[in-house]
């Protein structure tokens, strides 16, 4: 099972972002594109993903523990700080820039365009400017 | 079939892995979260690298089953590209979550944390896209 479920669980992810267009750099453009010619497609994506995780995580929550670990791991910081934003910011940027998120981009690497990995190595790179970025004073 | 019911039915697949993972793992389905963990600890990464293999032949299986064709790949330069992906990956490590992390499974959780960083990087997606494609 501990091995099942995270399978499972990208396969279905996986074939989601394919299906709903995700992985398709001019689709989600076109969505971001609100004043031009928009593309509603993927609010449907985000919309149904969301309505559905709202009823489901709270079910799941309900119980005490998951299935297979001790514990569940949710994060704890609920303080809207500096990183959180300028993060958020920031990544929304880069979004609006080529039109990959994190999830999309790594599941269009399996369609072999050499941009693609050249998106996923440096979102690699990123993170860790990001995580030295964030032992800094100035930052915290 | 209808595009809107195809985008939705992804959406629910999407769903479903979230809930899998955390009814039976406990964790949290942030794509950028997992690559960290995976890249940085590997060897308590287990489950991360699963997922992600899936996430991999997940994609690839729904194009080899439905007959759709590979998306057109984009026609922007490959170092808008690198320019993206080091934006994408500063800005999620920093914020802590992208758009499954935060946009899903945050607000999913009723998380105000989550809800303002989707609303923040939507803006600024909006924006930039705005920027590119009707200023420049």
């Known amino acids: ?140 | 079939m209808n595009e809107y019911l195809i985008a939705l039915i992804g959406g629910v697949l999407i769903w479903l892995a979230a809930v899998l993972l955390l009814a039976f793992l406990g964790r949290i389905a942030g794509i950028s979260g997992i690559v960290w963990g995976a890249v940085t600890t590997p060897a308590s990464s287990a489950w991360r690298w699963l997922f992600l293999v899936g996430l991999l032949v997940g994609a690839w299986f729904y194009h080899a089953i439905s007959g759709v064709s590979f998306p057109v790949p984009s026609g922007l330069p490959w170092w808008q590209a690198a320019i993206a992906g080091i934006l994408v990956g500063f800005g999620v490590k920093l914020g802590s979550g992208c758009t499954s992390g935060h946009g899903v499974c945050g607000i999913g959780r009723l998380s105000m944390r989550s809800l303002i960083a989707t609303l923040t990087f939507m803006a600024t997606g909006i924006i930039t896209v705005f920027v590119l494609r009707h200023i420049f």
């Open chain 1, 1 to 140: 099972m501990n091995k099942l479920i995270p399978l499972l669980a990208g396969l279905l992810f996986g074939v989601g972002l394919a299906m709903s267009g995700m992985t398709d750099t001019a689709k989600v453009l076109g969505f971001l594109d609100l004043f031009g010619n928009w593309d509603p497609t993927l609010a449907f994506v985000m919309g149904g993903a969301v309505a559905t995780t709202l009823i489901g995580f709270r079910l799941v929550l309900r119980q005490s523990k998951p299935v297979c670990e001790s514990e569940f791991q949710l994060p704890k910081n609920n303080k809207l700080d500096k990183p959180l934003l300028i993060g958020a910011a920031i990544f929304g940027i880069g979004w609006g820039v080529y039109g990959y998120c994190p999830g999309p981009g790594l599941a269009a690497l399996v369609y072999l365009d050499g941009k693609t990995l050249v998106f996923v190595v440096a979102l690699l790179i990123g993170m860790l400017l990001a995580h030295q970025t964030s032992q800094k004073e100035w930052i915290k």
